[in-house]
């Protein structure tokens, strides 16, 4: 499927969509929620296969969603996980979400709830570790490196504190669910000190290329920026 305004996004997030739709493969005829949708761009882009459902809590962000495809855009939580048939989905999507979240526990359960016997949940979440290279080789800020270290939140500057959480807990909020697939993300990218090549065109794919070459290697997972979960009910 092609990836329409990819160009739209700032380079590092450019990077970890083209990641990510690879490590999903090509969708096609699923029913997919996509839960933390932000401004749609993932609902949109799956949206041209796919019958897509996106909730999001932000009136702000969903006011200026891309929305080339028809897909239906739900302004809520997980109230609206609540209300929603039991079986209701083949794929759900929840990226870079559960970390700000409340009720986290709860809405892992939702998802079981809601997906299809065999149905994919596709988790994108930080990597602790990553953060802490983050903090001492691009920021130099041990202070924030040393309180990740010893258990403590980071902060964003666009969504607050990031309540961090392992892999494995996704298996002990809900034990049903099975880990398939783990991937890495953003390996290489943020340390790469050269903002201007970032926006080099012909750069950006040999990154990505080498970026999907290591995604299965656990080595490189320990020291990614993301990892992206593959969750089978």
């Known amino acids: 499927m092609a990836i329409h305004n990819i160009d739209k996004l700032q380079p590092w997030e450019a990077l970890l969509k083209k990641i990510a739709f690879a490590q999903l493969g090509n969708i096609k005829r699923k029913r997919i929620l996509d839960f933390g949708s932000g401004t749609g761009f993932t609902a949109n882009y799956l949206?041209?296969?796919?019958?897509?459902?996106?909730?999001?809590?932000?009136?702000?962000?969903?006011?200026?969603?891309?929305?080339?495809?028809?897909?239906?855009?739900?302004?809520?939580?997980?109230?609206?996980?609540r209300k929603m048939e039991n079986e209701s989905f083949d794929i759900i999507l929840c990226h870079n979400v559960l970390e700000y979240a409340d009720g986290r526990e709860e809405i892992v359960n939702e998802f079981y709830r809601l997906l299809k016997p065999e149905g994919i949940?596709?988790?994108?979440?930080?990597?602790?570790?990553?953060?802490?290279?983050?903090?001492?080789?691009?920021?130099?800020?041990?202070?924030?490196?040393?309180?990740?270290?010893?258990?403590?939140?980071?902060?964003?500057?666009?969504?607050?504190?990031?309540?961090?959480?392992?892999?494995?807990?996704?298996?002990?909020?809900?034990?049903?669910?099975?880990?398939?697939?783990?991937?890495?993300?953003?390996?290489?990218?943020?340390?790469?000190?050269?903002?201007?090549?970032?926006?080099?065109?012909?750069?950006?794919e040999k990154m990505v290329e080498i970026e999907l070459r290591v995604a299965h290697i656990k080595e490189f997972q320990d020291i990614a920026f993301f990892h992206h979960l593959i969750l089978k009910k």
Request: some cysteine; aromatic content about 12%; charged content about 25%.
């Open 121 to 204: 949940l596709s988790i994108i979440k930080h990597n602790k570790q990553g953060r802490v290279m983050q903090m001492v080789v691009l920021l130099n800020d041990f202070e924030k490196a040393h309180m990740l270290l010893d258990g403590k939140d980071g902060t964003t500057s666009n969504y607050g504190t990031i309540h961090y959480y392992d892999d494995s807990d996704l298996i002990y909020w809900c034990k049903e669910f099975k880990i398939c697939e783990t991937y890495g993300i953003r390996t290489f990218w943020d340390l790469q000190q050269n903002q201007d090549i970032h926006k080099d065109v012909e750069w950006q």
């Open 47 to 81: 949206a041209q296969d796919n019958e897509v459902v996106a909730i999001e809590p932000s009136e702000e962000a969903v006011k200026d969603r891309y929305c080339d495809y028809e897909y239906q855009q739900i302004v809520g939580s997980i109230n609206i996980l």
